[in-house]
């Protein structure tokens, strides 16, 4: 019987403190989950991205701003975003010297887009990292611009080697004639389009640049075409063609010695003149 009781007794004072030591064990539970909650709060990022703005671009320079926020809790100092993505180069970026808890901040960003397309730009600011999808536009004018330029390259190369073929030919006819018949050799108009291409390229004038390089082109392939059928001048031809310069020339021979003949016979006469006239005297 008296073991009875004290198994009762026992039971009853393990009861008692369970009842007792339950709220206590639930208030620990319930501080537990604060603190972590608290922690939780305390340990959020302290950056946030808000934006970036423009967020549309054209290929090119470009310039524009990142909007930051501190959500923390402290003041953050001497923020500078490092910035990658295809295509971008970055060429100065302007910090946040001191962003305050709850402030507002702003990058300005000045920078290259080479590529067009969807670009994922990667920011990244202290120890956080952050992502912001812009779109770039093919620039339609400077993509013309370029391509004007190549073509402008393009065409002054190729008239700088027309012209040293223009040279050739012109030393040829210059070697052939008196030898040859190139009578119907003339390089007048292939010069003339030379000419006229050069002025184009440097006022880049692409359209009349082409047009006057072709005719060129097709000029001077003619003329070469003509110098090689051009056939040696005969013996018979080579004085027939020299005999007007023959002429010319015994006729000035003629006309010296009938000068010369006649100032002669005047001379004689003046002489023969004072001769006789000393005699008198």
Known sequence: M?????SISLFTALIFMFLVLSPSLALDANLTDTNQTIQNITTLPPLVLKSINPS???????????????????????LIPLLS??????SNIIPIDELSPGS??????????????????????????????LTVNSNVVQESQKLSQELIQNLTIQLSDLKKIYSLLEQEL????????????????????????EAAILVQDTTKAQANLALAMEEIKDQQAKMSRVTPISTIDKIKSNAGTFSAIAGALITFFAVYELLKKKSSAVVTKVQEKIKKD
């Not at 549309?56 to 001497?78: A, P, R």
């Not at 730009?121 to 202290?126: C, D, T």
């Not at 030898?179 to 292939?190: G, P, Q, T």
């Open 56 to 78: 549309t671009f054209n290929t090119g320079d470009v310039q524009f701003n990142i909007q930051i926020y501190n959500q923390g809790n402290e003041t953050l100092k001497n």
């Open 85 to 90: 993505g295809n295509g971008f180069s970055t």
């Open 104 to 133: 507002t901040g702003y990058f300005l960003v000045i920078g290259h887009f080479s590529n067009p397309g969807n670009i994922e730009l990667s920011i990244k600011v202290n120890s956080q990292a952050f992502l912001y999808n």
């Open 2 to 6: 008296n073991s009875m009781k004290k």
């Open 174 to 197: 210059t070697d052939k004639s008196g030898e040859y018949d190139v009578s119907k050799i003339n390089l007048a108009d292939a010069k003339k389009y030379i000419r006229d291409t």
